[in-house]
């Protein structure tokens, strides 16, 4: 019996890639010793992409589909595919071809390897100066100011296995980052590294505003920083306010009051000034607590474990089969610490 891989693919405004994507896929796919469900996430396309994936449909039962009622984004279809997707292992890939399809039994190679995480990374050749600049400073700054590490090329062309697969799922945010939240479930990972191609057919759906959005998203989905940077600004002038209020209040003692009026003033506004900062800070602090529990995150994912197992049946020896399932030929990696 054969496993299941399902191909991710959220489309928006592909009509024209839909049925090339397709073939391409089914002249790779039909090599490799499994099944494959070809699983199209409709984003609320304008076009007549449904029609074409419904047209392909129609022909051979391995190609589902789920179209939304209006454009969502990106990160909704692939979180609506990883619901509803049903193979051992998912791959994510782009429907705009420029994900190489011929990349995929080496991501195939990776998951029997026993990798939860295959990723691809794609070098920048063709991009222009000034994109590859503000990326590698976006990256930059954000590992910086993150808790999760990511990296540069990397996108959502990869293989999840089913583990990950339902680790993601267990983040159910509403703001999803998917590069993080890649990141912050952990588990085996392989990087294979490919040559950007440049877009088949369509433009990219990506504004300078939209990047700008998902450069916001990244940062404060994944740390409260921004909201500390209050607190230590209020402490920081507090301390500074003290200190020229106290080096005023000598040079009066010495040389008398030359402006009437302007010490208690100026000691007032700088005092206030302070202490409402910190005072922001402390709520802040508040604040990025309860942001960190809506978003109900497990508080861990399990890579491997046998307690589970011992819970059921903790008498029995021999134990009896049926907990160690048998034909299982992945050898699973050890996870891999460091981020
Ligand atoms: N996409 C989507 N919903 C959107 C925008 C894009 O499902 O609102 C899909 C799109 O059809 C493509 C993939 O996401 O398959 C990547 O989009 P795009 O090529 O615009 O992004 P880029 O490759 O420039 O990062
Ligand atoms: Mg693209």
Same mark, same amino acid.
């Given at each position: 019996?054969?496993?299941?891989?399902?191909?991710?693919?959220?489309?928006?405004?592909?009509?024209?890639?839909?049925?090339?994507?397709?073939?391409?896929?089914?002249?790779?796919?039909?090599?490799?010793?499994?099944?494959?469900?070809?699983?199209?996430?409709?984003?609320?396309?304008?076009?007549?992409?449904?029609?074409?994936?419904?047209? !392909?449909?129609?022909?051979?039962?391995?190609?589902?589909?789920?179209?939304?009622?209006?454009?969502?984004?990106?990160? /909704? /279809?692939?979180?609506?595919?990883?619901?509803? /997707? &049903?193979?051992?292992?998912?791959?994510?890939?782009?429907?705009?071809?420029?994900?190489?399809?011929?990349?995929?039994?080496?991501?195939?190679?990776?998951?029997?390897?026993?990798?939860? #995480?295959?990723?691809?990374?794609?070098?920048?050749?063709?991009?222009?100066?000034?994109?590859?600049?503000?990326?590698?400073?976006?990256?930059?700054?954000?590992?910086?100011?993150?808790?999760?590490?990511?990296?540069?090329?990397?996108?959502?062309?990869?293989?999840?296995?089913?583990?990950?697969?339902?680790?993601?799922?267990?983040?159910?945010?509403?703001?999803?980052?998917?590069?993080?939240?890649?990141?912050?479930?952990?588990?085996?990972?392989?990087?294979?590294?490919? #040559?950007? =191609?440049?877009?088949?057919?369509?433009?990219?759906?990506?504004?300078?505003?939209?990047?700008?959005?998902?450069?916001?998203?990244?940062?404060?989905?994944?740390?409260?920083?921004?909201?500390?940077?209050?607190?230590?600004?209020?402490?920081?002038?507090?301390? !500074?306010?003290?200190?020229?209020?106290?080096?005023?209040?000598?040079? *009066?003692? *010495?040389?008398?009051?030359?402006?009437?009026?302007?010490?208690?003033?100026?000691?007032?506004?700088?005092?206030?000034?302070?202490?409402?900062?910190?005072?922001?800070?402390?709520?802040?602090?508040?604040?990025?607590?309860?942001?960190?529990?809506?978003? &109900?995150?497990?508080?861990?994912? =399990?890579?491997?474990?046998? /307690?589970?197992?011992?819970?059921?049946? =903790?008498?029995?020896?021999?134990?009896?089969?049926?907990?160690?399932? #048998?034909?299982?030929?992945?050898?699973? &990696?050890?996870?891999?610490?460091?981020?």
């Amino acid at each position: 019996m054969k496993g299941l891989i399902t191909l991710l693919l959220p489309a928006y405004n592909e009509s024209e890639n839909i049925d090339y994507l397709y073939d391409e896929l089914m002249k790779i796919t039909k090599q490799l010793p499994y099944l494959v469900e070809f699983l199209f996430i409709d984003d609320g396309s304008k076009d007549n992409t449904l029609e074409k994936v419904k047209n !392909l449909a129609r022909f051979s039962n391995h190609v589902k589909y789920i179209s939304f009622s209006r454009n969502f984004g990106k990160e /909704a /279809a692939i979180y609506a595919g990883l619901q509803h /997707a &049903k193979g051992e292992a998912v791959i994510l890939m782009d429907t705009d071809l420029q994900h190489p399809p011929s990349l995929i039994p080496e991501l195939v190679r990776g998951y029997e390897a026993g990798y939860h #995480q295959v990723i691809t990374k794609r070098d920048r050749r063709g991009e222009t100066r000034f994109h590859k600049f503000m990326t590698s400073t976006f990256y930059r700054l954000m590992n910086k100011v993150s808790d999760v590490n990511l990296n540069d090329g990397e996108g959502d062309f990869r293989l999840l296995s089913r583990k990950a697969v339902d680790a993601l799922l267990q983040l159910s945010e509403g703001n999803r980052f998917s590069k993080g939240l890649y990141s912050w479930i952990g588990l085996s990972q392989k990087t294979i590294t490919y #040559q950007n =191609v440049q877009r088949e057919s369509g433009k990219s759906k990506w504004s300078f505003s939209s990047l700008i959005t998902y450069a916001l998203d990244g940062i404060l989905s994944f740390n409260t920083k921004p909201l500390r940077l209050c607190f230590y600004l209020g402490t920081v002038s507090l301390f !500074l306010s003290f200190i020229y209020v106290l080096y005023m209040f000598i040079s *009066i003692i *010495i040389n008398g009051i030359n402006v009437p009026g302007y010490f208690t003033i100026i000691s007032s506004v700088l005092f206030l000034g302070g202490v409402q900062l910190l005072s922001i800070g402390i709520i802040g602090e508040y604040i990025g607590r309860i942001y960190n529990e809506t978003k &109900k995150r497990p508080h861990y994912i =399990v890579n491997e474990s046998n /307690a589970t197992e011992l819970k059921t049946e =903790v008498t029995a020896y021999p134990y009896p089969s049926k907990i160690y399932p #048998q034909g299982t030929t992945r050898t699973e &990696k050890k996870e891999k610490v460091g981020f």
